[in-house]
């Protein structure tokens, strides 16, 4: 065999096995199913390269309606675990009952949901999915809790690597809390309160830090408000002297530019960080956090 022959072959073998070593079904690493990008990014962050994540919901997709292909249900059925926010994706919630997945961290039952905290009712949403608030992931100190269970998740699901999971959670847990007390101390002493995001993403961040959000849609962001709806939205916004209208990434601005328009108003980003695109403002769920509290801190005037 001539040495280059031989090198080309060593060469191709090097590629096939590292190929293999990626490819989730072919390796031995537990695969974590998720339903949209902040629990990525925890599972990522915790996992580490002991764990494929797999989101059933792709980059630049609005989660809340996201359906589910044949095939994700099957990776649902296989996960060795699934993190799973019910309330979120109707589809996922259906399918959870259906394929009973071997090992469920579900969401509701670490971090209590309740019914659009931080929010001033404006009426009627026409929402149908209207109950429960899933967007625990938008306050920092509710995601601490996600972090630590799903860290003792996967310590009982690959004991052999529970140390990296403790330790890597550990790093995460300590950037959130970080990031808690930015957000604390950069939203203490606000002249204006109220906030105007696109949809009813921001209660638990607003009941946290003491705002009040008053969205234009309700919890999903693909339902139109009504007339009176947005009638409401126009007047609140008046009366607690609100300037910014904000708009986010994955969803039309066209409401919110209207509003806006109006008023005679300011648009900007908050971004419920359902996904990560080119268009986010960072690369990261902390990134974009960051960028939301700064948005935050301009429309409202915060010291
Ligand atoms: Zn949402």
């Known amino acids: 065999m001539s040495r280059l022959l031989r090198y080309l072959l060593t060469v191709?073998?090097?590629?096939?096995?590292?190929?293999?070593?990626?490819?989730p079904s072919q390796d031995n690493r537990p695969v974590v199913v998720v339903g949209l990008y902040p629990f990525q990014w925890a599972a990522q962050s915790v996992g580490g390269d002991d764990v494929v994540v797999v989101s059933l919901t792709q980059p630049g997709a609005d989660?809340?309606?996201?359906?589910?292909?044949?095939?994700?249900?099957?990776?649902?059925?296989?996960?060795?675990?699934?993190?799973?926010?019910?309330?979120?994706q109707a589809a996922t919630d259906k399918a959870i009952v259906n394929t009973v997945p071997k090992?469920?961290?579900n969401v509701a039952d670490v971090v209590q949901l309740s019914a659009l905290p931080g929010t001033k009712q404006v009426?009627?949403?026409g929402d149908p999915s209207s109950g429960l608030d899933p967007h625990v992931w938008l306050d920092p100190a509710r995601m601490v809790a996600i972090v630590s269970a799903l860290s003792q998740e996967l310590a009982q699901v690959d004991p052999a690597h529970a140390a990296g999971y403790s330790s890597r959670a550990a790093t995460v847990i300590a950037d959130l809390q970080r990031l808690d007390t930015e957000y604390a101390t950069g939203l203490a002493q606000c002249e204006i309160v109220t906030f105007v995001p696109s949809?009813?993403?921001?209660?638990?961040l607003a009941q946290r830090y003491g705002l009040i959000q008053v969205?234009?849609?309700?919890?999903?962001?693909?339902?139109?408000?009504?007339?009176?709806?947005l009638a409401n939205v126009r007047r609140i916004a008046q009366e607690t002297s609100v300037n910014t209208i904000f708009f986010e990434t994955l969803s039309s601005p066209a409401l919110a530019e209207t509003l806006a328009d109006d008023l005679?108003?300011?648009?900007?980003v908050l971004d419920p960080i359902e996904g990560i695109t080119d268009a986010s403002a960072a690369s990261d769920y902390l990134g974009v956090m960051r960028a939301n509290l700064q948005a935050l801190r301009e429309a409202n005037n915060c010291r």
């Open 12 to 23: 191709a073998v090097i590629v096939l096995t590292g190929c293999t070593a990626i490819a």
């Open 63 to 88: 989660p809340h309606d996201a359906e589910l292909s044949a095939t994700q249900v099957k990776q649902l059925a296989n996960a060795d675990l699934v993190v799973f926010l019910p309330g979120m």
């Open 103 to 105: 090992r469920l961290l």
């Open 123 to 125: 009426g009627a949403v």
């Open 199 to 204: 949809h009813a993403a921001f209660g638990y």
């Open 215 to 229: 969205p234009i849609s309700g919890l999903a962001p693909d339902i139109e408000p009504s007339p009176a709806r």
């Open 264 to 268: 005679g108003l300011l648009t900007s």
